[in-house]
């Protein structure tokens, strides 16, 4: 299999972030008297916080903006992810040993500040080439012209990447823009990310399975 570029999800995929990010919005829906548990955010785990703010606020909160409901929810989490943010394990030893064969994107439907943050908490950027954040795309995940995007400023067809990622929404954006996309279930089970081409338990398992294409490439 001849693999040139490989575009990597951030949150749930590289980075343990999914559970600041569920515990920084239940906190502030909370103070705002919204009594939110953790399977009521998993839903929205792959998608961009606009969309919980627009979801909550024409439901439940309809006195709140979206714009200030979201404004808040992303800078208390930059301010925790730059102190509580870890990759998962192994990450930064696969990437190093990754980047001497193909160069590495980033994929996210994160803002660029989230990921300044997520940056400022690990050695993550040192090992990518290109970063397509949700502030460089029209259109987010599920979309594809997050990896489209990707993959055009790799200079590399889409169909000679592999994808990560730990979310439907993230794996369907992937696969629509023509990527072999790998799940990894540190988000949700396998039935959930059954459209990936191929599904691992957790990141290490995944990166240590890319790796091992790359050496017989």
């Known amino acids: 299999m001849q693999i040139d570029g490989i575009v990597f999800d951030l949150d749930g995929t590289l980075a343990d972030t999914e559970p600041l990010h569920i515990d920084t919005w239940l906190v502030i829906l909370n103070n705002l008297g919204l009594k939110f548990d953790e399977s009521w955010m998993h839903q929205w785990i792959g998608l961009s916080d606009r969309l919980v703010a627009e979801h909550v606020c ?16 992303q800078q208390t989490y930059r301010n925790r992810a730059v102190t509580e943010v870890k990759l998962f394990d192994q990450v930064e030893e696969y990437l190093l040993e990754m980047s001497q064969y193909v160069p590495i994107a980033l994929a996210t439907n994160s803002s660029r500040e989230d990921v300044s943050a997520v940056f400022q908490a690990t050695n993550l950027q040192k090992f990518l080439k290109v970063i397509v954040t949700a502030n460089d795309v029209s259109f987010l995940k599920p979309h594809p012209e997050p990896y ?17 990622e730990d979310s439907p929404a993230g794996i369907h954006s992937a696969k ?6 790998i799940g990894v279930e540190n988000s949700h089970p396998s039935e959930k990310l059954k459209e990936a ?9 995944a990166l240590a399975y890319i790796l091992d294409v790359l050496k017989s490439n």
């Open 197 to 205: 081409n191929l599904i691992f338990s957790d990141t290490p398992k």
């Open 176 to 181: 629509s823009a023509g990527l072999f996309a």
């Open 58 to 73: 024409e439901l439940y909160l309809k006195d709140q903006s979206v714009e200030n409901l979201q404004h808040i929810k």
């Open 148 to 164: 489209q995007s990707a993959a055009s400023l790799l200079g590399i067809n889409p169909s000679l990447c592999f994808a990560l």
